[in-house]
């Protein structure tokens, strides 16, 4: 039968270029974000997270963006190299009486092109 | 300082069988949070667990269950197993419980469960 699963969106970049990742979120109340790093075979990789007190946070090599107005986070990797091929995901945690719940976007499958 | 550890790495049952995983969390880490991933449905939360409590669970029937030790590790069981429980499951840990301040969330390896 069909295997039937997720539409998982795709980004290309050239070695050195910068990717923009993006994400819509689904819950105004969500109040802590994060962005998850997966390579095949392993658990997602924590790489940055963001307050909703915050519009921009910074990183090694990465910055996350996050627009309120609009549920929208993106994650901007510089200077991309063949390492950084990979599903990202973002998260989101709806504060107080949510735990560390967290739900996950689908992910972006992100390939660098030497 | 250790990662999570998650045993064993991959398991093979069949149906009607029951499994149990366990996660060793970040030392000094108290929240254990337990994750489902398929290529289906993505990641989608189980449950947490602090203080030997669980704190939330996700939408996922009473086959799904778990516990946490005082030392805080975790093992989660699934009863009476079906195809469609074959998945990669994954524990995360924290330190604290709760967004009330910047509370990083690390996941393990993974384990990776057929059902034959």
């Known amino acids: 039968g069909e295997s039937v699963g997720l539409h998982l969106p ?3 970049v050239q070695e050195g270029d910068n990717s923009i ?12 974000f994060i962005w998850y790093k997966q390579e095949s075979g392993k658990g997602p990789q924590f790489i940055i997270d963001i307050r909703s007190n915050m519009d921009k946070r910074q990183g ?7 627009n309120k107005t609009v549920k929208h986070l993106s994650l901007q990797i510089a200077a991309t190299q063949p390492g950084d091929s990979a599903v990202y995901f973002c998260a989101e945690n709806m504060g107080r009486g949510a735990g560390n719940q967290f739900y996950f976007g689908t992910g972006t499958s992100l390939t660098v092109i030497p | 300082k250790a990662g999570v550890t998650q045993t064993p790495r991959y398991l093979i049952k069949t149906r009607g069988q029951q499994v149990t995983l366990s996660c060793s969390p970040i030392s000094g880490h108290r929240s254990v949070s337990w994750y489902q991933q398929t290529p289906g449905q993505g990641l989608q939360f189980l449950f947490e667990y602090f203080s ?8 996922f029937p009473g086959r799904f269950s778990g516990r946490q030790f005082s ?3 975790s093992e989660m069981n699934v009863s ?3 195809l469609g429980d074959s998945a990669l ?10 967004s009330s301040s910047y ?3 690390f996941f393990g390896p993974g384990t990776r469960l057929t059902v034959l």
Do not use: P
Request: aromatic content about 6%; charged content about 20%; overall charge positive.
């Open chain 2, 80 to 82: 009476t197993l079906e």
């Open chain 1, 21 to 32: 990742i993006n994400c819509a979120y689904s819950n105004s109340a969500s109040d802590y």
């Open chain 2, 103 to 105: 509370n990083e969330q």
């Open chain 2, 52 to 59: 030997e409590t669980q704190r939330n669970k996700g939408n």
């Open chain 1, 10 to 12: 795709t980004l290309s």
């Open chain 2, 89 to 98: 499951y994954l524990c995360a840990s924290s330190l604290r419980q709760g």
């Open chain 2, 71 to 73: 030392n805080s590790r």
């Open chain 1, 60 to 66: 090694q090599r990465v910055t996350v963006l996050l």
